[in-house]
């Protein structure tokens, strides 16, 4: 029988109290509006309109590959005044449609510039960990996998509704404090070539009266309760060439517990979200980045505590760390460069480790009009990855055409694997304003 997770008062009361030792050293450095704030206030427009035109490749009979073509439009509004902003990100993609609101509205923020302390309040995304789009200490915000892996990464990140505080100290010492009020889970898709097998698994074990849509609501009701919030805290700084920061993130794992036996009793009673669950995690997070020998090096480390402390429970993660460790390098040969990261995970109940290793060579040609690209995605203890070739071209300032393939390869029930049968090679053309 599992045991309710509350917020022990110790932790919220240490939260509370580093935010009360620092506050009162940047209230005398607080400066309020003024007459006028309005003077020199601007109104800036910009955005981006492109077409991706996708092939599902068939490699039997190449006619019969599957081909898509969608239009997207972004578009960013942004107010500045002399203490103030205000931004609105908004975007439509064809390929996704909009059935909610983060389907429009990529980012909605205020923020509030004082001396030393910045406040931020809105649905925004921020991003923690110092490594080149792979990280393990980034969990403020869910991740979109509609589209699988996909898109690059912040495009994979999904906004959320927050407040954030940024406490300046010195020069170059920063320490942000951000409250979440709700949970969101990841967002997966539902049907699609790109479903994971953990979503067909739990489809093909509902029950006959239950469809997987009213799960998919049921979850993220359940993610939208008092006891769900999330506090994060993280100080970051610079100190003899070294850029690091310590966090520590009082949260849930974003993947939810559902039991198909509950959710049948629950839809008898008419409540799904009381089926649903989350694990609670504690995430302590140390990150670093340098230069040493012309190599730009970044690094993390997680050490992610559950409520398992006897990993004895199989529906609750056991305690484990995570790390990220890379670097890239320009070669001396015209602009190669070469990046080379792993992301590795060990199980401290169950000794198991897994890694991801992650290299890309770019090189730009013409004077970077022209940007051809090569990544390798592979994990060795599963044996199953992805490569990924690109090169883009600058036709003009404001407009660029990309081409670009992804390939999986790998068992069936590996993460990459899995969508050995969805190679694609896709065409984008986008047009900045």
């Known amino acids: 029988m599992r045991t309710k997770f509350s917020l022990r008062p110790t932790v919220l009361a240490a939260l509370l109290a580093a935010a009360a030792l620092t506050l009162p050293a940047a209230a005398g450095a607080l400066s309020f509006f003024e007459d006028d704030e309005q003077a020199g206030a601007a109104l800036r427009h910009s955005g981006a309109l492109g077409l991706v035109t996708r092939g599902l490749l068939d490699y039997q009979d190449v006619p ?32 996704t449609g909009v059935s909610e609101f983060r389907d ?6 205020l923020r509030l510039f004082y001396d030393r302390v910045w406040l931020q309040v809105g649905y925004f995304k921020t991003t923690w960990g110092k490594g080149d789009d792979i990280h393990v200490v980034d969990v403020l915000n869910p991740i979109d996998y509609r589209d699988f892996v996909n898109p690059d990464y912040i495009d994979r990140k999904l906004a959320e509704a927050m407040i954030k505080l940024d ?20 967002l997966v898709p539902l049907d699609g070539p790109w479903v994971p097998r953990e979503v067909r698994a739990l489809q093909a074990a ?15 009701e359940a993610g939208r309760r008092l006891d769900r919030g999330q506090l994060g805290a993280r100080y970051s ?46 995430l302590f997070g140390l990150e670093a980045a340098t230069v040493a020998a012309g190599i730009n090096l970044r690094a ?40 080379l990261q792993t992301r590795g995970e060990v199980d401290l109940g169950d ?58 390869y790998g068992d069936r029930d590996t993460m990459f694997g899995q969508f050995r049968d969805t190679d694609f090679a896709e065409l984008e053309f986008r047009y900045a304003f």
């Open 104 to 109: 429009l509205v990529d980012e909605a923020y």
């Open 64 to 95: 019969q590959s599957r081909l898509s073509a969608d239009s997207y439009l972004e578009t960013e509004l942004r107010f500045e005044a002399q203490s103030s902003e205000a931004v609105g990100r908004l975007t439509f993609d064809s390929r």
């Open 300 to 339: 993390e480390l997680a050490y992610l505590m559950s409520e398992d402390f006897a990993a004895d429970d199989p529906d609750i993660p056991n305690h484990s760390l995570a790390y990220v460790l890379g670097g890239d390098r320009n070669l001396g040969l015209s602009n190669l460069n070469l990046n």
């Open 351 to 408: 000794p198991d480790t897994h890694h991801t290793l992650v290299a890309t060579l770019s090189h730009s040609l013409r004077n970077d009009r022209i940007r051809p690209e090569f990544s390798a995605i592979h994990n060795p203890e599963d044996g199953d990855g992805a490569l990924r070739p690109t090169i883009e071209f600058l036709l003009r300032d404001d407009a660029r055409l990309r081409l670009r393939g992804s390939f999986f």
């Open 206 to 220: 509902l029950e006959p009266e239950l469809d997987a849509a009213d799960v998919y609501d049921a979850v993220h």
């Open 167 to 186: 406490i300046y100290a010195g020069r170059q010492g920063r320490l942000e404090l951000v409250w979440v009020p709700v949970l969101t889970p990841d």
């Open 237 to 282: 700084g610079t100190a003899r060439g070294v850029d690091f920061g310590a966090l520590y993130y009082f949260g849930f794992y974003r993947e939810p517990v559902i039991d198909p036996a509950a959710l049948t009793q629950a839809d008898d009673s008419g409540s799904l979200a009381d089926a649903v669950g989350f694990n609670r995690l504690h």
